[in-house]
């Protein structure tokens, strides 16, 4: 060798993935997890219920989605999991504005937290999507994402020892297609569910767990003079059915994101945006579509004195608080004890379950 000559690079060593999920036996009973009986009790709570008939909960079913959740190998360069966006510490979100995926990817907007996907039917934070079997596909073969042939995930998969027996007890043979991976997938996040907060508790018990400023904060966030509850209602806080503008932006489409105008490229729909639920909200920070507030401070002071002017500001955020959309915005006139008051509240909205070490937990 001269000295001159130029130093081949070492090639990247192959990514060596022996570790085998520690699964329970027998599998856990994913299909006997219930919705609490008010939930099922609750005509508003039904309406937006999805029919899972075509690919019911099984418990090989959802244990197959479990690891094929957390395996980054159902990723291009096998470095990129669905639990890298959406980790069980944070709400099953991922606590950036936006998340990186594979060779350098950004995603658009701030990864989503999964929320009792049970009751969405509508996904995604332009509700562009509406089946979670297809949704759980767009990940996967996203270039920013995971960057995945979905035709080369089966060979990808025989080739990973454990899979064969997963999808023999999950679907009765050791065939593994991608309609497989995306029934178990839609299986393993259906049966995850956030119902257990001190906001749960205190239904029971008529909030006497709750201290006074939680109170406060849960008056204001249920009276008129915030509005809060009127688009983040129901038990989820959320409104599933219609899209909103609640005014971060004068105009979104220039701010680098028009919401559902950038999907249908109807400028009409300039800032249409999912109301999501407020469940978990307290682990699932930065906040809205793009991720634009670090702390619930700041999404409640926006709330109080940002709302900006929008040709489709929703009506209940405008001054009159009735009427159609596109009203100037209102002001909130809430002192600096009241908006602590109201983050303390959204706080009682965490779910007190350790997802990490659950049975929604990586197996790896
Ligand atoms: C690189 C980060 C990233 C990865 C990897 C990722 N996601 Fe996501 N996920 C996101 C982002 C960002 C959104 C919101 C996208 C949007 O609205 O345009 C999202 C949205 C979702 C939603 C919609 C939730 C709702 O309430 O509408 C589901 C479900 C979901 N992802 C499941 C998955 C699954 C399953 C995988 C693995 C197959 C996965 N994600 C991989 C970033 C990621
Ligand atoms: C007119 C309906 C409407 C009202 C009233 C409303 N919101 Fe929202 N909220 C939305 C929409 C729509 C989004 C998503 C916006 C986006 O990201 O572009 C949102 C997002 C949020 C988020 C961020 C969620 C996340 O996962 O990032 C929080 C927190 C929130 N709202 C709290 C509140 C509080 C507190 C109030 C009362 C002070 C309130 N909202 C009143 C419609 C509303």
Redesign the pocket.
Known sequence: MTACKKPVPEPEPPIVVDVWPELPDPAFPYSEVTFPETWLNDPAMNLFHVNDANNPITDAGATLGRV??YDPQ??SNMR???????RPEHGFA?GEA?????EG???????????N?AY?R????????AE?EA??????A?P???GMDLAAIPVRLEGVPYYGELFAEAFGDEEITTDRVALA??Q??RSLQTTSSRYDAGLETGFSNFTAQELEGKSLFFNGETRCAQCHGTLNFFTPSELMVNGLDVNYGAAGDGGLSEFTGNPAQDGLF?V??LRNIGLTAPYM?DGRFATLREVVDFYADGIQPHPNLNHRLSDTGVGPNGQPPMAMPLNSAQREALVAFLLTLSDTTDFVNSPWGSPF
């Open positions: 094929l959740f159902l990723s990129v999991s669905c639990a890298s966006c959406h991922d936006v998340s990186s995926g594979v990817g950004v995603t658009h907007r701030n990864s989503m937290a999964l929320i996907l969405q509508r996904l995604f934070w332009d509700a562009r999507e979670l949704q759980v596909l767009k990940p996967i996203h920013d994402e995971m997938l839609a393993f996040l999912r999501v639920s579509h």
